[in-house]
């Protein structure tokens, strides 16, 4: 079973940095794609970045050249860094992995963790 579990969240001052991390109960190359998004109050949830094995980072318009995803394959865990926060990153933010499992894609969820940037 499939389980994602995000920590590193919380309060920091604008234009500090923050490390979330999500570490996932299987190997991360088991999954085609894995990747962080975010949800401010009265907004929908967005794509923030995500990675495949063997390609480039995707990320966001809003958090290029600010955020940068990584992964520690021998450790099971997907890092989002965040650099020179503004308090518009405000948001919870959500891990998330995909992959094919007996031709289905199935998607996994982490619970989230809040990230509050004061002004």
């Known amino acids: ?3 994602l579990v995000e920590s590193g969240g919380g309060l920091v001052q604008a234009g500090g940095s923050l490390r979330l991390s999500c570490a996932a109960s299987v190997s991360v190359l088991s999954f085609n794609a894995m990747g962080w998004h ?40 997907v890092y989002l860094q965040m650099n020179s926060l503004k308090p518009e990153d405000t948001a919870v933010y959500y891990c998330n992995a995909g992959r094919w499992e007996k031709l289905q894609f199935r998607e996994y ?6 990230v509050t940037v004061s002004s």
């Open 38 to 77: 975010r949800q401010a109050p009265g907004k929908q949830r967005e794509l923030v970045a995500s990675i495949r094995p063997g390609a480039n980072p995707n990320y966001s318009d809003s958090v290029k050249g600010r955020f940068s995803i990584s992964r520690d394959n021998a450790n099971n865990i």
């Open 1 to 3: 079973q499939v389980q």
């Open 109 to 114: 969820w982490g619970q989230g963790t809040q």
